[in-house]
């Protein structure tokens, strides 16, 4: 084994770590918009479904995603209000980097969220906090194994809870005053290399949750949205409902974010869709 010499050494260990701290590195943004990574707000991950239906235990399952890449989900099926609430959680984290916990109040964020300040509210809080602690994702694409450190860690692509640690007990046992999250380190590695999106979250607090939600998230990772086919748009939201039905909930999700300010027009001919994004 040819033994480098202790400045050559030294100097690969410093590159080593300063492409690391890149890869970790998050970028910054401003009020009023969060960031998502653009592989999850083109899939199902988030799915949109009937509130009164129970969720599923997902076992390394297939996730459906517009894109290249696999993206597999172990865990309680993950819906339009986790998106919500990781997405929160994200704003809080990324000033000071993921890997280092955030503390609040469960009313302060159910407040920032839109959520009922009081009990009930503050219970689905814990229980969306509680599945993306439980739950865990793996995306295998290019730009995900060009990072290198991802293929280092998990062989190939990038395996992570979507939240690392979540504390909201308090010694007795009783739900704290103040709950305690962090953010998985190799989490920014999903926001990195410009490969994230822009949610204007003043609207997204307008729009239903949902299929509305679900297709502001999706629409913000595009400029300009090509014209997409109907079907696809319903496999990669993971709504249940056969086509039809969803052809006419898509219409009213659409009305909704026109009306929000999002969108200046859609025009749906046959089985496609073209919308328009507002320049705002």
């Known amino acids: 084994m040819v033994q480098l010499p202790t400045t050559l050494k030294k100097k690969a260990e410093e590159a080593s770590q300063r492409l690391e701290s890149q890869q970790y590195e998050l ?45 597999t989900y172990t865990g309680e099926e993950l819906r339009q209000d986790d998106e919500t609430v990781w997405m929160h959680l994200v704003n809080l ?16 964020f159910c407040k920032a969220i839109g959520w009922p300040t009081n009990q009930t509210g503050y219970k689905r809080l814990r229980d969306s906090m509680d599945r993306m602690k439980f739950g865990g994702i793996k995306l295998n694409n290019h730009r995900i194994v060009e990072t ?52 204007n979250w003043e609207q997204r607090k307008l729009l239903p949750t949902g299929l509305a939600t679900w297709l502001h998230s999706f629409f913000s990772s595009h400029r300009d949205p090509i ?20 052809k006419q909930k898509l219409k009213i999700a659409l009305e909704a974010l026109i009306e929000v300010g999002f969108l200046i027009s859609y025009e749906i001919k046959g089985n496609m869709l073209k919308v328009t994004r507002s320049s705002k």
């Open 227 to 246: 014209p997409l086919n109907i079907e696809q748009i319903r496999l990669a939201c993971g709504a249940q409902t056969a086509l039809r039905q969803f």
């Open 148 to 199: 290198g450190l991802a293929v280092v860690e998990t062989g190939g692509g990038l395996a992570i809870s979507l939240i690392r640690k979540f504390v909201w007990e308090g010694q007795d046992g009783a739900p704290a005053t103040v709950y305690t999250a962090e953010l998985e380190r190799e989490a920014a590695i999903l926001f990195s290399g410009g490969y994230f999106s822009l949610i």
């Open 27 to 71: 970028p910054m943004w401003d009020d009023p918009y969060r960031a998502m990574p653009n592989e999850l707000v083109r899939s199902a991950l988030f799915a949109v479904r009937d509130k009164r239906a129970p969720r599923q235990y997902l076992k390394d399952t297939a996730v459906a995603m517009i894109g290249n890449g696999k993206l």
């Open 93 to 108: 984290s990324h000033t000071q980097g993921f890997g280092t916990s955030v503390q609040f109040t469960p009313y302060s």
